[in-house]
């Protein structure tokens, strides 16, 4: 029985290996994808809380982002492309299913004891199981959050032969913490003593796992994800040349957190007398990570039989002394990170494949995590299953012309009253108070013509209101771990 939710229904991992072969066969135009191109190898670099704007092309004018933005004139940009919500638990969840919030397992940021996330269950599939049955090496390294070590939830135990960095998205808001998880080995980072040192920064020990992983399987086809903390709060980066690159050109208001001291454990974030060049800081050594996984690939000859995705997981932050506004982080949209305006939940997403994507490529379609399932596995050569909400984005990626559609992209909320939205076409309908007993009237925009959602035209588009209000309510399955209900 599962213990976080005796109800569920456990499957051994034997019955899920049938299952993946069962519900995943081989279509002819997919084999024919495959044999052409072999098994490419997969990365996805998914920054945490990283905003729209937050990177030079799409117009980030004070951080400068040279790898990223060689990602995006080496690839494909995706100019409205979304999370799975606007949070990191709930968002990672969509990604790893292929389902979207009214349908994934996990649909909040909910701790369990004495470390980590409320676990997927074993009876879930993931896009790392699929592509681990399809032959792949599966590594992940950084912050999972979707289930503790050892339970069924555990990366190990959902499709990745290799983990490393931090199991629990609490301990991720550290970046000198007391300790990481390799696979299911606890390493301490002595150095870092109890909170009371800053000696070894774990993105960079993550960084360092994650290219060797490159290196180790560079004969064989690999699926890498890599979700970097960066630029999460808290506000904190070594100062190295990256943090004196933007130290003093920034005016300055220091943040008052709760510093680190030996012997004890501050449940805030720490002070941080730069926050606005720390975070430049954070977001340029994110970049670099990136540009060292693009040179290691070509070092080794794989950068044209590699597909490399960048996203983040939800829209921009403002704790710990982040400040959004003066980097214009969401890009002008409306809403942050917990909002499910488009400032919340549309991210950067740019693919990268030299000789397969075209260099330069700009991509309008309507897409989200829920759909990188599917495109994955039809990259493996493997089709998608009913049971997802995604479609393959891998017609657009080619450049073909035909690419299937959703009719609509659907998330929801569980924090702030309950929150709702659908995106059908030029559309986008919001709830606000949906978990409440006087739910708001629902929003309408035109995104199109009104991107930053300042002009409600609900009342002009009565017969629209009523079929997104439809769309809403065909769209959320009740979980009995995460209810959408009155409270």
Not at 53 to 74: C, F, H, S
Not at 334 to 346: A, F, M, N, T
Not at 433 to 456: C, G, K, V, W
Request: hydrophobic share 35%.
């Amino acid at each position: 029985m599962n213990k976080y939710f005796p109800q569920q229904t456990v499957f051994s991992k034997h019955f899920l290996a049938l299952l993946v072969i069962l519900i995943f066969s081989f279509t002819s135009e997919e084999v024919a994808f495959s044999q052409t191109k072999g098994k490419p190898n997969i990365i996805l670099i998914l920054a945490d809380d990283l905003g729209y704007g937050d990177v030079g092309y799409n117009g980030q004018k004070l951080i400068q982002t040279p790898y990223i933005d060689r990602l995006a004139a080496e690839g494909m940009r995706f100019d409205q492309f979304y999370a799975g919500t606007s949070v990191c638990a709930p968002s990672r969840s969509a990604l790893m299913t292929g389902q979207h919030s009214g349908h994934t397992y996990i649909r909040g940021n909910l701790g369990v004891n004495p470390e980590g996330q409320y676990p997927i269950a074993d009876s879930v599939l993931t896009i790392a199981e699929v592509l681990q049955q399809a032959g792949y090496i599966t590594g992940a390294f950084g912050k999972w959050g979707l289930g503790p070590v050892l339970s069924e939830g555990d990366p190990t135990k959902q499709g990745f032969d290799r983990f490393f960095g931090y199991n629990c998205q609490s301990l991720a808001h550290r970046y000198y913490p007391t300790h990481l998880w390799k696979d299911t080995t606890k390493v301490i980072l002595t150095e870092n003593g109890d909170l009371a040192y800053q000696e070894q920064y774990a993105p960079e020990l993550i960084q360092h796992e994650a290219l060797a992983f490159i290196e180790e399987n560079k004969e064989k086809p690999f699926f890498l994800f890599l979700p970097h903390i960066l630029p999460h709060a808290e506000l904190l980066v070594p100062e190295d040349s990256l943090f004196y690159q933007y130290k003093g050109k920034f005016p300055e208001e220091p943040y008052l957190g709760e510093d680190y001291k030996k012997g004890t454990r501050p449940a805030g974030y720490t002070s941080q007398r730069y926050p606005r060049a720390t975070f430049a800081a954070m977001v340029a050594r994110l970049d670099l990570y990136v540009g060292q996984v693009l040179n290691k690939l070509q070092s080794l000859g794989l950068d044209e039989n590699t597909l490399v995705i960048f996203s983040s997981d939800n829209g921009p932050h403002r704790e710990g002394g982040a400040d959004p506004l003066f980097f214009n982080s969401n890009g002008g949209l409306r809403g942050l990170k917990r909002d499910l305006y488009e400032g919340g939940i549309r991210v950067p997403f740019v693919a990268h494949w030299p000789g397969t994507i075209q260099a330069k490529s700009n991509s309008n379609h309507l897409g989200a995590f829920w759909d990188i399932f599917p495109t994955f596995a039809e990259i493996a050569g493997v089709r998608n299953s009913n049971a997802v909400d995604g479609i393959s984005l891998l017609n657009t990626l080619l450049g073909e012309k035909e690419q299937r559609k959703h009719p609509y992209l659907y998330w929801e909320f569980h924090e702030q009253g309950g929150k709702q939205a659908i995106r059908s076409g030029r559309w986008k309908g919001i709830r606000l108070n949906a978990m409440t007993e006087s739910p708001q009237q629902l929003e309408l925009y035109d995104i199109t013509e009104d991107p930053q959602e300042r002009h409600d035209v609900a009342d002009k588009h009565p017969e629209l209101v009523k079929k997104i209000e439809r769309w809403m309510t065909e769209a959320h399955q009740e979980s009995a771990i995460f209810p959408f209900t009155v409270r």
